[in-house]
Structures are given as C-alpha cells and as structure tokens.
C-alpha cells in the first residue's frame, strides 16, 4: 500500500548518514514507502556538494534526515546552515539519535536553538517513521504555498502601488507629453491669484494654439500627430524658464502660466515662443511641414479682478481666438473692451432667450405686401419674423439672428418659420387659394440636408400648393457656397416652391453666378432704393440690374419703397414689384379691409398712380 501522498512523492529527501548500514535501512524504508528521490552524503562535504544545486529551488528540496553524530562534524551548526538555504527557514529537519542516547531535554533544545524540526531515535517501524516524514514533507508544503500567497499578495500591492503612483501622476500631467494638465494648470494659477492678491506678485497665462495641426493630423495620422504635439511641448519648454508652468489643455492647446512678470515681458516670451514654432520644421518622416500658433496673453494682476483660475483661462483662449480671427500666427493682449469678447458677451445673454423663445412660442410672424408694379395687384406677402421680448417689444431679427448662426439655433429657427408658415396657409380660407407668401431663409438651410425632409412631410401633412411658397436667400449666401446652394434650392424647387434672391446687387462679382442661379425673383438690395429718387448713381445701377434680370427671365423686387418718389422713379425704371411703408407696412394680419374697405382680403389693385401723384 502506498502511504505517501502523491503531491509529495517527488520531493527531494536528504539523508546525511555516515553510517551505510543505517543509510541503506533509512533508503529503504522511504523507498518502500513510495519517495522517489533520495540523495545522500556522508560528511560535511558530500553534504554541500549535494545541496548546491538547490540554492535558488528551495521548493525543491523537502526534507533533510541528520545523523546527530557525524565523525569531524558538528551537526548542530551543519543543521543551521542547511536550513536556511537561500536565507530561509524553510526546509523541516529531523535529527536521528542512537537508540542508546537519551532524548534529553538539554539536546531537544539545543537541537530546536539550531533550526531542528524534530527529534527523534533512528526509526525501528517503518510505517510510523514514513508517517512522520509524510507528515513534515506536508507541513512544508502547506509553509511553501503559504510564503508563495504572501509574496503573491506583496507582489500585487507592489503592483497597487505603482498603479496607484501612475494614476496620482495622470491626475495631474499629460501621458503623451509629460507636461502638466488642466487640472495641474488649476492649481498652479490658484496659487497665482493668492500671490497676487496678497503679495500684490503679477503674472500672465499663454494661451498657445496649433494652426495647422488638423491638417497635418488628418493627412499623417495621430501617431504622427502625436510626434508634433511631443516636438512642440519640447519646443516651448526650451523658451520659458524652470519657473514657468506648462499645460497641455486641449488636443493642440498648451497654456504656460509665467510668474512675477510683466505685460512686456509676457508679451516677449509669447512672441519668442510663436517665432521658435513659426521656424520649426515638422519631418514626419516622409514629407516635411512648417507649423505656427496663434497665441492669447492674458495678465494676472491686482486691478485685473481674476478671483479663478477658469477666468484667467477663459481671458487667454478669447485672446487666442482673437488670434485666430486676425489671421493667426500672431500675439494678442486680452484687453476687456475686445470687439470678440463683447460679442461673446453678447451672444451668452441671447442664447437663452432665443432658447426659450423656441420652446413657448415667443416668436412672431408678421406679413408685408409686395405689389406688381403693372397693375397694382398684390404678388404675395412676405413673411417676416419677429421675436417678442420680456416686455412685449418686437425685436427685429437682425437683434437675434446673427446670435443664433453663431451658437447654431439657426436651424431650429428656421423650422420654426417654415412649419408656422405652412400651418398659416394651411388655415386661409378656400377664397384666399391665390395668396402666396415668401420666407426668409438662412444660408444653413441651403447648406445642410434639415429642411427638405421636414418641409416635404409638410406640404404633404397640410396639401397646400408648394407654388404658393417662395424662399428668399441672400445673394451673399448664395455664392459662398454656390455648388451645394444650388443642388439644395433645385431639389427644394422640384417640389414646387419657388426661390427669390435677396439683397440683390450687393455683390457685382457675382453677376456671372447669376446665370446659372435656380431662382425665379431678384430682390434688389435696399441700400441702391432709398435715395434712388435723388441719387442719379443708384438709377443707373438700379436700371442696370433691370436689366440683366430682364435678359435672364427673372423678375424685379425693389424694397424700402417709403415714398412716391422713389416709386415713380422704380416704376419708369421697370421694376416688376416692389414693397415698402407706402404700399403697407408688416402686420399679423393680411391687407384687408381694415386698410381699403374692400370684402374680405385684398382682390382689387392698389391705384399706383393716385399713390405718385398724392
């Protein structure tokens, strides 16, 4: 029967024994017993021979049997040095005493002061002397696997806490670059205003922004991408002193925070900055690119009223924004009184009332006449948008809509126009079936696909005629973006809506665009109308756009038309409609008869010549 568990069969017993009778009894009662790998030695020597291999595989080795007598030895200080190969105590120790010699107390002692597990007379039953061995291999196992978790556990808190130190590091720098981040930025700026504002300590914050970095991104890759923000970070390190802070903030945003400087000084180290990166040339390994940045300087000092460090932060982009706006690749001061700033400024007081505007339905469509010069007729209304305020002003839209173009509510707009339009004319009576109206439309809606979905749903939800909708578009929008304009106004026509150009003729270069343009109506600007009965310089180039439009096939709107003058000169001229105070001024209602004292809506014509001639 095998009595040796078979986890334990393959480790290594050493026996140290002098004796070959007993060494051959002791190899056999083991053998018998089931363990495998036996080695021996018969003196100090053999026993360091034996053991050598081992050092660095203590696990190995898991047991040791010493005769306590061995001849010019002493086995007291042999058992210590065994047993703590590697410098642990780790392998179990049994010392064999003669039968002969009594087990005293003094010797288990002195046997336990030199690391000896047990002690005990050399064995006369096998079976309790493999036991015994069984039993110390096991304890020796269970001690191995224990020291193995706890250098396991020690290993993974080491691990911890490198992890723990990696991830306090990225709390507050950049991974890719090494420098600072924002929230490092933060502190250090907060530190600066506590300076300042006790020590009375000036400072400055560079706001440095890469021009072409999405170019090169976009054509190289982000790996190469990377390169470039790693050479830049170089670059700017080399150029400020070991006092300054430098940040990356943004994907191609550094910000450096210099203290005790002045305005002069700040602006110096932000120029000597932009020069080093202007001169810097980018190898990506293929091709080579030249780099610039447009830098924002914004002061820190004791009448600069900065109290957090996002005002300073915010101070430095808008002057880096204003950078930009000059044509990048430059330096500019934060001054408080900055053109941007203000329209910043502004735009963060409209937004929320153009927001709720939109959601409670403050805003206001009002309707004025446009008049065929021919006969006097009413062509059709133009819808006009209002937007009433907090004290129930209408505001006109040159208040609200260049806002929202430039914080992107425009879109939300212009939906709303056209869908309270359409629901307009859905609600006139079948007699007013002739009415058609124009709506003013931003360059967005031409330039991006929102529209025509909704306005199709629309006309299909409510079946009114799309003929009777005209969209207006400025000449100026038009052209920037000829190609996309006109596919979208082609598709918006193929529906069955018709298109009017505004402010025609503000722009004479885009004369040879006209050609081409898909729309049916030019609505002369209103600049070239005003003075048009004294001005003999706007009556040619008045006649002039007649003309053209005349030769193309398009039909005449003049605006502005406040007086009789300026319609008898319009009107000799050959401008097919035109629309002003005169003929009627924007209402909620249609011209009806509370003007004319006419049934109903307008059907008759307006006496233009009574109109010249009064």
């Avoid at 010019?72 to 190969?85: F, G, R, W, Y």
């Avoid at 050399?122 to 291999?137: D, H, R």
């Avoid at 290993?155 to 306090?168: D, F, S």
């Avoid at 890719?176 to 981040?181: D, H, I, Q, R, V």
Wanted: glycine share 6%; net charge negative.
């Amino acid at each position: 029967m095998n009595l040796v568990d078979n986890n334990l069969k393959n480790k290594s017993i050493l026996i140290i024994e002098s004796d070959d009778e007993k060494q051959q009894a002791l190899r056999a009662s083991l053998s018998k017993a089931g363990f495998k790998k036996l080695i021996y030695a018969k003196d100090q020597a053999g026993v360091f021979k034996e053991v050598r291999p081992f050092q660095g595989k203590i696990s190995e080795l898991g047991l040791i049997l010493l005769a306590h007598k061995l001849p010019q030895c002493d086995t007291l200080e042999l058992s210590k040095i065994v047993t703590t190969l590697d410098g642990h105590d780790a392998i179990p120790l049994i010392f064999l005493v003669n039968k002969d010699q009594p087990l005293s107390e003094s010797l288990v002692c002195e046997c336990e002061k030199a690391n000896a597990a047990t002690v005990i007379h050399y064995p006369e039953s096998k079976g309790e002397f493999a036991q015994l061995v069984t039993i110390a291999l096991a304890l020796k196992s269970e001690r191995d696997s224990r020291l193995e978790n706890e250098e396991s556990l020690i290993r993974e808190l080491a691990e911890r806490r490198i992890m723990e130190a990696r991830l306090q590091y990225l709390v507050a720098h950049d991974e890719l670059t090494g420098l600072s981040n924002r929230s490092g930025l933060e502190k250090a700026i907060d530190f600066g205003i506590i300076r300042c504002t006790n020590f009375k300590q000036h400072g400055a914050l560079l706001d440095i922004d890469l021009d072409q970095f999405k170019v090169i991104n976009d054509i190289e890759g982000h790996e190469i991408g990377d390169k470039l923000l790693i050479d830049i970070s170089v670059l700017i390190r080399a150029e400020v002193d070991s006092g300054a802070f430098v940040a990356r903030v943004g994907s191609n945003l550094y910000q450096v925070f210099l203290s005790k400087v002045s305005q002069k000084k700040a602006l110096d180290i932000a120029e000597r900055i932009r020069l080093t990166i202007d001169e810097f040339i980018f190898d990506s390994g293929e091709s080579t690119y030249n780099v610039s940045a447009s830098i924002g300087v914004a002061i820190l000092a004791p009448l600069e009223d900065v109290s957090r460090p996002s005002e300073l932060m915010s101070r430095a982009h808008q002057a880096c924004y204003t950078a930009k706006r000059h044509g990048r690749n430059r330096v500019e001061l934060f001054e408080e009184d900055n053109l941007e700033r203000m329209t910043m400024l502004d735009d963060a007081k409209w937004v929320p009332l153009i927001r709720r505007a939109l959601k409670t339905d403050e805003f206001k469509l009002l309707f004025q006449p446009v008049v065929r010069v021919s006969d006097g007729y009413i062509s059709h209304y133009e819808t006009l948008l209002r937007m009433v305020s907090e004290e129930g002003e209408l505001l006109s839209p040159g208040v609200f809509i260049p806002v929202a173009e430039r914080m992107g509510l425009i879109h939300q707009i212009d939906l709303w126009v056209v869908n309270e339009v359409i629901d307009y004319i859905a609600s006139l009576p079948k007699t007013s079936e002739d009415i058609s109206f124009t709506v003013n439309l931003s360059s967005h809606a031409l330039q991006s696909d929102y529209l025509l979905p909704v306005l199709k749903q629309k006309l299909e939800s409510t079946w009114i005629s799309p003929s009777r909708l005209t969209f207006e578009i400025t000449e100026t929008a038009a052209v920037s973006s000829f190609s996309k304009t006109r596919e979208m106004i082609s598709r918006i026509r193929a529906l069955g809506c018709r298109f009017a150009l505004d402010d025609f003729g503000a722009g004479f270069s885009s004369f040879n665009y006209i050609k081409n343009f898909p729309v049916e109506y030019l609505k002369i600007d209103g600049q070239f109308i005003e003075n048009i009965a004294k001005d003999s310089a706007d009556q040619v180039l008045v006649r002039a756009m007649v003309d053209i439009a005349q030769s193309l096939g398009k039909k005449t709107i003049a605006e502005y038309v406040s007086n009789p003058d300026i319609l008898r000169v319009l009107k000799e001229i050959g401008v097919d409609y035109v629309q002003g105070y005169l003929l009627g001024k924007p209402d909620s209602e249609l011209l009806g008869t509370s003007v004319l004292e006419l049934d109903g809506y307008l059907t008759a014509p307006i006496d233009l010549e009574k109109l010249i001639t009064s």
